[in-house]
């Protein structure tokens, strides 16, 4: 273990903070912008939070790129729902170009949510925002798994997303909300431990300031985006940038 380049790790998140993550998020992460074009469609609130829950439960094993899929889910014309929300998203799963693989186990999550689903109001929405560790909790518990399952954090910060567009209102996400642990994640993190890699950054995000969800976003661009993003990011910010850069330095 290389202790100089944790603390240096940890000094380049702490330096960046929470609002830089926000900054990438909101701006550079195309994910938010289409969530934010939904939004703006549907103008039905409590209807596209459900919508972005069960999408982003079913985001894995893609058959396309993130950007691409959640791309597709925006452009259904959800506002012409008439039925059943989850009957409708289960027709528009099983059709989709992006999301092809285990469609089957896919949909049987989706029907899991349905007690819940039907319990979501506004207000139950608003709650839950404020107390993203319970959302978290009640949806590792619908599915059965451990609320640092990756699909779940996502999920976590899917709603998140959506949170701050419905409430208009930034709430930084929970320290207790673990990093999404995904293969280029554990390859990022075997640079700096050879430990347990959801306990590795929640120290770094104690020691830094930045939770976990948010170390993720700032991490996002130095995990396979580098080339896509480094422009925009640069024309934003250049404090930012070169900040994001020295991550990607690092290893």
């Given at each position: 273990m290389d202790n100089n380049k944790i603390n240096i790790l940890?000094?380049?998140?702490?330096?960046?903070?929470?609002?830089?993550?926000?900054?990438?998020?909101?701006?550079?992460?195309?994910?938010?912008?289409y969530l934010r074009h939904l939004k703006e469609r549907l103008n039905n609130n409590v209807l596209f939070l459900k919508l972005i829950i069960l999408n982003a439960l079913v985001s894995y094993q893609l058959s396309t790129t993130?950007?691409?899929?959640?791309?597709?889910?925006?452009?259904?014309?959800?506002?012409?729902?008439?039925?059943?929300?989850?009957?409708?998203?289960?027709?528009?799963l099983s059709n989709s170009k992006g999301n092809r693989r285990f469609l089957e186990g896919k949909i049987k999550r989706i029907y899991r949510l349905k007690s819940l689903l039907n319990t979501l109001s506004f207000e139950k929405f608003k709650n839950y925002y404020n107390n993203m560790e319970?959302?978290?909790?009640?949806?590792?518990?619908?599915?059965?798994?451990?609320?640092?399952?990756?699909?779940?954090?996502?999920t976590v910060k899917i709603f998140g997303y959506g949170g701050r567009m419905v409430f208009n209102k930034f709430i930084p996400y929970p320290y207790s909300v673990e990093i999404p642990k995904d293969s280029r994640i554990e390859k990022y993190s075997t640079k700096f431990t050879k430990g347990d890699v959801l306990k590795f950054w929640n120290e770094v995000a104690r020691n830094s300031g930045v939770p976990p969800l948010h170390i993720d976003s700032l991490l996002w661009p130095a995990l396979g985006n580098w080339e896509k993003v480094k422009k925009p990011l640069k024309s934003l910010d250049t404090d930012i940038y070169q900040k994001v850069k020295m991550l990607i330095e690092l290893v």
């Open positions: 940890k000094c380049v998140i702490r330096s960046l903070g929470i609002e830089s993550a926000r900054t990438i998020e909101e701006k550079i992460d195309l994910q938010y912008s993130g950007e691409n899929w959640w791309r597709e889910f925006s452009e259904y014309p959800w506002e012409d729902i008439s039925g059943s929300i989850l009957e409708e998203y289960v027709g528009f319970t959302f978290r909790n009640s949806i590792a518990k619908i599915l059965n798994t451990k609320g640092s399952s990756k699909t779940v954090v996502f």
